[in-house]
């Protein structure tokens, strides 16, 4: 008995294995399992087992109701006890067990365990209830389907940088719609001072892809340092082929950051690589990030020499190094100071940031105006020091942002309007 429009089901169907990838075979297996579990709920009794066929070119379907073969072994009888607390047996339910005695009445090579099916009648208002069911398999297919290929296809993408335009707005966060997903822009993943509008094109760091029970789920950030890498990688051709090497990245997302990098070709200046002539490469970046200003220094494996590159764009006159305590003594000139602390201490914050040492500037007459103490109790406000080493990858940290090597995830504060300028 035909029950469905055949025509339209076969071509959701070849729609579905053309389209989306999914077989044909099991979207029918699955629209059996569903109208045999429709026909238990409106026409079976408690405890059967149901079991359909469908045939989808002819549109005919079969219910049989199975049963278990058993024996006394398996099953106790009505009114039987257990003989001991470890008597495992379930109790003889006529529903959907058979006795092997009365099994092999009907086949005589009946086996236990083994099921045994009787045919069931096909109810006449049974049309209307086997066609929503279809429905809800069908779109319950096509739901996983598009969970398997989005985690599939941005699973991939960890780490790298896609774009969409911005969907909506709920509560702080952002809902970007890359095309063949939406993901969310939390509030504490964006730079501080961007507004977006409807409808406008956002370039974000893919953070990772997590499958929930209420669907996919894409989370971006633009103030994770590795979006900065990303951008550079984007425009320094030396460092998409590994030639210019990032080793260190702090940042006070929309205000400033440090970058240090290293060239294993002695013929390529790094520094050089990064800002690009006339600046023009660092520019890219910077417009990028609302105007955050990029200090792109030189990493040294010396640390004197490490510690001074990272107070550019001050000059350095002396430094003493104290290994036990970890702390630089930096002593600059009077009109160096200025910039070598940076507003509210940012440059200096940073550079202690960045190298991991912690520093104190004195001037010129040896008067102490300015120290980065990276304690126990400072670094809770300013964030650790330790740098990235080179072989940390995305697949291994997995980007958390929430628990992200302190590097990798700096105290975000407000930078007044003067500072938002590239270098």
């Not at 429709?38 to 149901?50: C, H, L, S, V």
């Not at 993408?157 to 966060?173: K, L, M, S």
């Not at 094109?201 to 340092?225: K, M, N, Q, W, Y």
């Not at 500037?361 to 080493?389: F, H, K, Y």
Request: charged content about 30%; glycine content about 8%; aromatic content about 4%.
């Amino acid at each position: 008995m035909a029950l469905f429009d055949l025509k339209s089901l076969n071509s959701a169907l070849e729609e579905l294995q053309t389209e989306r990838g999914i077989s044909r075979d099991s979207v029918v297996d699955a629209l059996a399992t569903a109208l045999a579990a429709a026909y238990r709920r409106e026409y079976g009794k408690r405890g059967q087992i149901i079991r359909a066929t469908f045939n989808p070119t002819t549109g005919d379907m079969e219910f049989r109701q199975a049963k278990i073969v058993v024996d006394k072994t398996l099953v106790r009888q009505e009114g039987e006890e257990a003989t001991a607390d470890d008597d495992h047996r379930s109790r003889f339910n006529p529903e959907q067990h058979i006795m092997i005695e009365d099994a092999r009445r009907i086949k005589k090579d009946s086996q236990l365990d083994e099921e045994i099916s009787f045919p069931l009648e096909t109810q006449e208002d049974f049309g209307r209830i086997a066609a929503q069911a279809a429905k809800q398999v069908i779109m319950q297919k096509v739901r996983e389907a598009e969970r398997t290929s989005i985690i599939q296809e941005y699973g991939q993408r960890e780490g790298d940088i896609v774009t969409g335009h911005v969907q909506r707005f709920e509560r702080g966060n952002l809902f970007v719609d890359l095309g063949r997903a939406t993901a969310i822009l939390p509030y504490d993943e964006q730079i501080p001072g961007e507004r977006y509008r409807q409808g406008e094109r956002v370039r974000a760091l893919l953070l990772r892809v997590d499958e929930g029970v209420r669907g996919t789920f894409i989370r971006l950030s633009r103030s994770h340092p590795r979006f900065l890498t990303k951008l550079f990688e984007a425009e320094v051709p030396e460092m998409a082929n590994g030639i210019v090497e990032v080793k260190g990245i702090v940042r006070e997302p929309g205000s400033r950051a440090k970058i240090a990098v290293f060239s294993k070709d002695d013929h390529i200046d790094p520094v050089g690589a990064l800002v690009g002539q006339r600046g023009v490469r660092v520019a890219v970046v910077t417009s990028e990030l609302g105007g955050e200003k990029i200090d792109v220094i030189e990493w040294s494996a010396i640390p004197g020499d490490f510690v001074k590159e990272s107070l550019k764009p001050a000059q350095v006159l002396a430094l003493e190094l104290n290994e036990e305590e970890n702390r630089a003594v930096v002593q600059v000139a009077e009109d160096q100071q200025s910039l070598a602390i940076g507003r509210g201490g940012q440059n200096v914050r940073l550079a202690a940031r960045l190298t991991g040492w912690k520093i104190d500037i004195r001037s010129t007459g040896g008067e102490q105006v300015a120290s980065a103490d990276l304690s126990a109790e400072a670094s809770a406000q300013a964030g650790d020091a330790n740098v990235p080493t080179p072989e940390e990858t995305m697949s291994e940290e997995r980007l958390e942002a929430e628990e992200a090597p302190p590097i990798e995830n700096p105290e975000v504060t407000d930078a007044p309007a003067e500072e938002k300028k590239a270098e």
